[in-house]
């Protein structure tokens, strides 16, 4: 069920699923799980691994709608690199101004 109460498509359940969201919790668990099947097709393979870069430019993809601006996708990329996690990282995302200002 997406948060205006519609369910999803039977597809998308299962493919949320098998990437970590069982359904329900945080928006940021959300977030990662549509990240982790976008990284996928971007880097075409199906096993919810992808470069901390492929992740982040997915973020972009499905939080903000957008392509990752240079200065944002290696800030991030140098976030994570640095060892923290991300699930904060796509806590950040859905945190912004700019993601505030989509809805």
Not at 37 to 66: C, Q
Request: hydrophobic share 45%; glycine share 10%.
């Amino acid at each position: 069920m997406n948060l205006k109460g519609a369910v999803c498509a039977a597809e998308i359940e299962g493919e949320l699923a098998a990437a970590g969201f069982k359904g329900e919790g945080p928006a940021n668990v959300l977030a990662d799980a549509f990240a982790k099947l976008e990284a996928d097709r971007l880097d075409g393979v199906a096993d919810f691994e992808s470069t901390d870069e492929v992740y982040v430019r997915a973020l972009y993809k499905v939080v903000l709608a957008r392509e990752a601006d240079a200065g944002g996708e290696q800030s991030h990329v140098a976030y994570l690199k640095a060892g923290n996690d991300r699930l904060g990282v796509a806590r950040g995302f859905i945190q912004s101004a700019e993601f505030k200002r989509l809805k």
